[in-house]
């Protein structure tokens, strides 16, 4: 059983900066594509940033381009979302999971807990 843990959200005011972390028990990320995903209130979750295991490729969703940075270490089983000028329209609660793959919607493990982003304007 893969647990998730997600943790560095808080309350940011807007043009702020977060780093998000996310590490499991149970499993190893290394050879699995990864990805961060956000769920706004009343609204469905949603793919932002996801990093492929081989590569280190990346992808974005346009709302997050050139404002988000995914990145991974192995070594310590972690991947982390830097977030820059940060928005209110980020604030969310943000999963990371495994995906089959690092450009696709399709998790692999059950959700964690999520770290919670707010964004003030």
């Known amino acids: 059983q893969v647990q998730l843990v997600e943790s560095g959200g808080g309350l940011v005011q807007a043009g702020g900066s977060l780093r998000l972390s996310c590490t499991s028990s149970?499993?190893?990320?290394?050879?699995?594509?990864m990805a961060w995903f956000r769920q706004a209130p009343g609204k469905e979750r949603d793919m932002v940033a996801g990093?492929?295991?081989?590569?280190?490729?990346?992808y974005y969703a346009n709302s997050v381009k050139f404002r988000f940075t995914i990145s991974r270490d192995n070594t310590k089983n972690t991947v982390y979302l830097q977030m820059n000028n940060l928005k209110p329209e980020d604030t969310a609660v943000y999963y990371c999971?495994?995906?089959?793959?690092?450009?696709?919607?399709?998790?692999?493990?059950?959700w964690g807990q999520g770290t919670h982003v707010t964004v003030s304007s």
């Open positions: 999971n495994a995906v089959k793959r690092y450009t696709d919607y399709a998790p692999i493990h059950s």
């Open positions: 149970g499993r190893t990320f290394s050879n699995l594509p």
């Open positions: 990093i492929n295991w081989s590569d280190d490729s990346t």
